[in-house]
């Protein structure tokens, strides 16, 4: 790194170590009669680099052009100072070239970062989706069983009604009971009647109250039907003996 004057001429070099750029105290370098092609991108770093030939090497055209033929001290300093730029330059190209590459990857980076942050939402929307449709299935599986339950049920007990049906319309038809709460009314009615006249009748008869007018009118008829009855028994005894005669 401290080397200050290197000549390499005629050596048939083909090409120059990558980190040629550390010799940073190099000012002059004789590569005369090599088989260059190029120079590494390092060659930018030779910032005290003040004389240079590169006459009789192969050179790329752009470098050739750039480095010229070193006739004499002035053109070998001219390249020295002109190839130094255009490797500079190479080299700035190179830094924005491989800024670009990292900027690009960096965005791919990101870019993936997204993707994939994008494919877990989706993957989560899908699983609460699945969910929602496992649940709601269930409930209408539910719904259903309940459903069907009481649709059962409700068959079941229309079987039981139309089972108990027949055996009751075979019973013999019986009378409303209304009708049996009628009769049942007329009949106490008349019994109470006919009980009002027999104590009407014994207290017209054994009582001090046969004198009243209703009592004497009670008693006459009393006596009427009495009288009716024995003629009607008298009148069926003479039917019946003339019907066995």
Same mark, same amino acid.
């Given at each position: 790194?401290?080397?200050?004057?290197?000549?390499?001429?005629?050596?048939?070099?083909?090409?120059?170590?990558?980190?040629?750029?550390?010799?940073?105290?190099?000012?002059?370098?004789?590569?005369?009669?090599?088989?260059?092609?190029?120079?590494?991108?390092?060659?930018?770093?030779?910032?005290?680099?003040?004389?240079?030939?590169?006459?009789?090497? +192969?050179?790329?055209?752009?470098?050739?052009?750039?480095?010229?033929?070193?006739?004499?001290?002035?053109?070998?300093?001219?390249?020295?100072?002109?190839?130094?730029?255009?490797?500079?330059?190479?080299?700035?190209?190179?830094?924005?070239?491989?800024?670009?590459?990292?900027?690009?990857?960096?965005?791919?980076?990101?870019?993936?970062?997204?993707?994939?942050?994008?494919?877990?939402?989706?993957?989560?929307?899908?699983?609460?989706?699945?969910?929602?449709?496992?649940?709601?299935?269930?409930?209408?599986?539910?719904?259903?069983?309940?459903?069907?339950?009481?649709?059962?049920?409700?068959?079941?007990?229309?079987?039981?009604?139309?089972?108990?049906? +027949?055996?009751?319309?075979?019973? +013999?038809?019986?009378?409303?009971?209304?009708?049996?709460?009628?009769?049942?009314?007329?009949?106490?009615?008349?019994?109470?009647?006919?009980?009002?006249?027999?104590?009407?009748?014994?207290?017209?008869?054994?009582?001090?109250?046969?004198?009243?007018?209703?009592?004497?009118?009670?008693?006459?008829?009393?006596?009427?039907?009495?009288?009716?009855?024995?003629?009607?028994?008298?009148?069926?005894?003479?039917?019946?003996?003339?019907?066995?005669?």
């Amino acid at each position: 790194m401290h080397l200050v004057k290197l000549d390499l001429s005629k050596n048939r070099l083909q090409q120059l170590p990558l980190d040629f750029g550390r010799l940073v105290n190099l000012q002059h370098l004789d590569l005369l009669n090599n088989r260059l092609v190029t120079l590494p991108v390092s060659f930018a770093q030779l910032k005290n680099l003040k004389w240079l030939d590169l006459k009789d090497n +192969p050179l790329d055209p752009v470098l050739a052009k750039v480095a010229g033929d070193c006739l004499d001290e002035k053109q070998c300093k001219q390249a020295a100072v002109k190839v130094l730029q255009h490797m500079k330059a190479i080299q700035s190209e190179q830094d924005r070239q491989r800024q670009r590459k990292l900027q690009a990857e960096r965005e791919m980076e990101k870019k993936r970062e997204a993707e994939q942050r994008a494919k877990e939402a989706q993957e989560r929307e899908l699983r609460k989706r699945e969910k929602a449709e496992e649940k709601e299935r269930r409930r209408r599986e539910y719904d259903a069983q309940k459903a069907a339950k009481q649709e059962m049920e409700k068959k079941t007990k229309k079987e039981t009604v139309q089972a108990r049906k +027949p055996a009751s319309s075979s019973r +013999p038809p019986q009378p409303p009971r209304h009708k049996h709460s009628w009769s049942r009314s007329v009949l106490r009615v008349l019994l109470f009647v006919l009980l009002c006249v027999l104590c009407t009748l014994a207290a017209c008869k054994l009582t001090e109250l046969q004198r009243q007018p209703l009592c004497v009118s009670v008693n006459t008829l009393y006596e009427d039907v009495l009288a009716a009855l024995q003629n009607h028994k008298t009148l069926q005894n003479m039917l019946q003996q003339n019907s066995q005669q």
